[in-house]
């Protein structure tokens, strides 16, 4: 409360959760990162909405092991490309926090994954992906078979760059 303000005597409703005027929830305030929690559930997790202290304490030294393992002055010898990688303070990016104790930030549906594209979004998404590789099929990217270009050809210009997309 704000000095001068009286603090409320009534207790917080636990009635139904706030909704924006769209209907949908209002997922409005103040968010903290105490940890990190995937955001799907691993497969190997698939019944458990959290993790016991000995797994958090397993995973966290996994993870604190990769990233010494990169700190190492052997990774960062000058004139390499780790040197040059790190020419700018990684800290801030290699910095973990602990693993939270929920499995996943998903909790509906219980098993914590995103549920499968709809029908749908998956057509559109089909569309989208042969739009971009017809308007790749010129490029080096399609000539050197790279990971982008997967399940396209290297060809001519495509007489789809004229048309709009499709999103």
């Not at 691993?42 to 990233?67: C, G, H, N, V």
């Not at 990169?70 to 490309?81: I, M, N, P």
């Not at 990684?90 to 693993?99: E, G, M, T």
Request: aromatic share 6%; with cysteine.
């Amino acid at each position: 409360p704000v000095s001068g303000q009286a603090q409320s005597t009534n207790p917080a409703s636990a009635g139904p959760a706030s909704k924006t005027r769209w209907g949908e929830p209002d997922l409005q305030g103040i968010w903290t990162r105490d940890g990190e929690v995937p955001l799907q559930r691993p497969a190997k997790y698939a019944d458990r909405e959290f993790f016991t202290d000995e797994e958090r304490a397993a995973l966290d030294s996994q993870r604190t092991d990769i990233i010494s393992r990169e700190a190492t002055e052997a990774r960062r010898k000058r004139g390499t490309e780790q040197d040059v990688g790190g020419a700018y303070n990684q800290a801030i990016f290699i910095s973990h926090l602990r693993l939270g104790k929920r499995t996943s930030l998903i909790v509906d549906p219980p098993d914590g994954r995103m549920p499968p594209f709809t029908p749908e979004e998956q057509k559109r998404r089909a569309e989208i992906r042969d739009y971009a590789l017809a308007l790749m099929q010129a490029t080096d990217v399609c000539k050197s078979r790279l990971p982008g270009c997967e399940l396209g050809k290297y060809a001519p210009p495509s007489p789809r760059r004229a048309e709009v997309p499709p999103y």
